[in-house]
Nanobody
Framework: QVQLVESGGGLVQAGGSLRLSCAASGRTFSSRAMGWFRQAPGKEREFVARIAWNGASTLYADSVKGRFTISRDNAKNTVYLQMNSLKPEDTAVYYC???????????????????WGQGTQVTVSS
């Protein structure tokens, strides 16, 4: 298991930027793909972005492509989500997650991750 703690959320105006951080503990962090998800009130948790264990590949939801960037620093056991050009519809609780190493299904789904942080609130005002 990997323990995850998110930070960096807050209130920002539309068009602004935020950078989320996810600090991880556990020996397997550097060997796992990592993801960011978000959940708005009354909605299901949805995939935002994913990064391979070595940072060599990334995947984004269409709704954030071109605006958000996921990155990682394995030396610091940290994953980041840089969010630019924020929109009110980006308002949600954002969760960091570590991939399930034995998952063989779709990687952009909740089921593909077995460790989750507590979440950090992002609110974008119009």
């Amino acid at each position: 298991q990997v323990q995850l703690v998110e930070s960096g959320g807050g209130l920002v105006q539309a068009g602004g930027s935020l950078r989320l951080s996810c600090a991880a503990s556990g020996r397997t962090f550097s060997s796992r793909a990592m993801g960011w998800f978000r959940q708005a009130p009354g909605k299901e948790r949805e995939f935002v972005a994913r990064i391979a264990w070595n940072g060599a590949s990334t995947l984004y939801a269409d709704s954030v492509k071109g605006r958000f960037t996921i990155s990682r620093d394995n030396a610091k056991n940290t994953v980041y989500l840089q969010m630019n050009s924020l929109k009110p519809e980006d308002t949600a609780v954002y969760y960091c997650a570590a991939s399930n190493p034995i998952w063989v299904g779709e990687i952009a789904t909740v089921g593909g991750y077995d460790s989750w942080g507590q979440g950090t609130q992002v609110t974008v005002s119009s």
